[in-house]
Structure formats: C-alpha cells, structure tokens
C-alpha cells in the first residue's frame, strides 16, 4: 500500500490562530456573560448540562483540550452545554477558550463519535474485559440507587443522564470492594456465561440484577439464574417458569419493555423463588383457545397523577 505525500496548501487560511487561543477560568458570572453570545447554536439539551453540572460540582470534571469557541463576530458557536453546567453547578473551571474561529466550523462541530462509557473504561485499563456490560450495568446500578429504576415507567427508561465520570468513578468504588465480595465486573463474569437468560434480556439487565440480588443472598440468586438459564422449573406456578413465559412471550411478540419493567418481574420472581413460594398473579396465563395473556403491572392514576408500583425490594 502506498501512501501519497501532499503538501498544505499555501492559500488556504487556517480556521484560526494559536494567538486566539487562551487558558480561562470562566465562574459562573463570567459563564451568564458568554452565553449572552448564544446567538446561533444546536439545539439546547437540559438533561446534558444538568449531567455535566453534577461532575463538576462533585469534582469529578477535568480540564481537556474541549474548547468554548467564539466566531469572528464574537458569538458562541461550541460549549453552551459546558457554560450552563457552570451556572448550573455554581462552581468555576479552567476551559481553553478560542477566539475568531471561522463561522463554517461549527458544521463539522461535534461531528465525530462520542467516547462511550465503555471506551472510558478500557481506555484507562481498569476493567480488562466485557466493557460495555461493566458500563450499563453501572448505569443502572446509579439510577436504582437514586431510585429512579424502583418506579415501573411504561415510557421512560431514567431519569437523567449518567455521564461517563460517574459510571468511572462508580467503577473505582468497585474496584476497592475486598476479594471475595460481589462486585459488578463479578457479576458480569458470572452473567455472560448464561446465554438462554441473555436471549431474553440484555447482559446488563441480567447482571445488574444478579449483581442487586446476590449481594442479598449470592447462592440463591445463582440457582434463580442458573435454574432460569437450563429451563429447569418445578410445574407451571414455578414463579422462574413464569419469568421464562413472561419475557419469552415478550420477545416473541417484539415487545418493548422497560429496564425497570424487565427487573420488576425478576424481583417479583426472586422473592417468590426465594420465600418457597408461587406467584400470587401468575405473568402469563393461558387462555382457551390458546391464546395468551401477560400480566403488566398496574398504573394506578389519583386526581389525574399517575402513581407507579415500587419495585418490590428484596426480602
């Protein structure tokens, strides 16, 4: 293969120059002031800043080569989102700041493929494999403990954005549980061998679950998902033969459940698996003529508000 050398063209000016280019710390008050030259810019994400508001006033932002970019007429065209953080976060920080930059850049602006959670992970070595799952599975391991997942929501998934600091940082917490304990990247290891389970939900949901249910009791939740993964079920009221009929009629019929919806019969199954006991509404009936009927949990509405079941916890 070979490779053509080019020479830069002489009469093409740079986008800007290294004398437009300055280390600021912008406070909050200097923040207000520079997005009062928001004049033209994408579309405005609340979700997002409000996430990079809780990095920064929790210390987890770092500095990097992301600029606040100003045009050669002195609007903003790059860093609203990091602006409003800081007014949001009401905590100052040290960004580069760019200035005269050619109004036609910002069309190749945020162009390139954002860095995942997972990228974060492997990049910094401190997950060695199965990164995605380690990743989504602390995401979700983040919105439970803020107890956004405890409520079944047909329609959403979460509450706010997890940024890739927090799911790192919730990581390191991790990884400083002594040998022996469970840990998320354990209970992915553990998760990704059971192949019947992950057909009928993702290895993040299977390993959260497992991660939230063997930290209760760890052996009872590995027969819950081992028996669950060899199809191996004591009669139909088996509460895990029920989770099976549940989430395979689900994946039969192309059904879009929720995370929340997924570990709501999961835990319901656990807890009735673990009491010795059967369900006392069964998740899939049978009906004559052989049609199917599967269970959702209620939404019970008060004076025009919905009010969501809580997940049950575990017993």
């Known amino acids: 293969m070979s490779i053509a050398m080019t020479s830069p063209p002489s009469a093409a000016p740079p986008s800007f120059t290294a004398a ?30 409000m996430a990079l508001a809780g990095d920064m006033a929790a210390g987890r932002w770092q500095q990097s080569h992301m600029s606040i970019a100003f045009d050669t007429n002195g609007n903003l065209i790059d860093g609203q989102h990091r602006l409003y953080g800081v007014v949001a976060a009401d905590v100052g920080q040290w960004f580069v700041v760019i200035r005269n930059v050619h109004k036609s850049v910002q069309e190749v602006i945020d162009a390139g493929a954002a860095r995942s959670a997972a990228d974060a992970l492997k990049l910094s070595n401190r997950v060695d494999k199965n990164h995605p799952a380690v990743a989504a599975g602390a995401r979700i ?8 997942h405890r409520l079944v929501r047909p329609s959403v998934n979460g509450a706010r954005k997890v940024t ?38 993702s290895l993040s949901v299977t390993s959260f679950a497992f ?105």
Do not use: C
């Not at 998902?225 to 989430?247: A, C, E, S, V």
């Not at 009927?293 to 809580?310: A, D, E, F, N, T």
């Open 164 to 201: 890739n600091s927090e799911i790192t940082a919730w990581v390191d917490e991790q990884l400083k549980i002594p040998a022996g304990g469970l840990t998320m990247m354990g209970a992915v290891a553990e998760a990704v061998k059971w192949s019947s389970v992950n057909s009928l939900m």
């Open 20 to 49: 437009d280019i300055t280390l600021e710390w912008i406070d909050p008050a200097l923040a207000e002031t520079y997005l009062g030259k928001n004049i033209s810019n994408r579309h405005l994400r609340p979700g997002h800043y």
């Open 141 to 148: 391991a983040i919105l439970w403990g803020e107890g956004h």
């Open 211 to 315: 991660f939230l249910l063997g930290d209760v009791d760890y052996n009872a939740a590995l027969d819950f998902f081992t028996n669950l993964d060899d199809l191996n079920f004591n009669g139909n009221d088996d509460p895990i033969k029920q989770l099976y009929l549940r989430l395979n009629n689900a994946k039969a019929k192309k059904e879009s459940l929720r995370i929340s919806q997924v570990l709501w019969f999961v835990i319901t199954a656990w807890n009735a698996f673990r009491a010795g006991e059967e369900l006392d509404r069964p998740f899939v009936k049978v009906l004559s003529g052989g049609s199917v009927k599967s269970y959702h949990p209620k939404v019970v509405v008060k004076g025009g508000v919905k009010i969501y079941p809580l997940v049950p916890d575990p017993v």
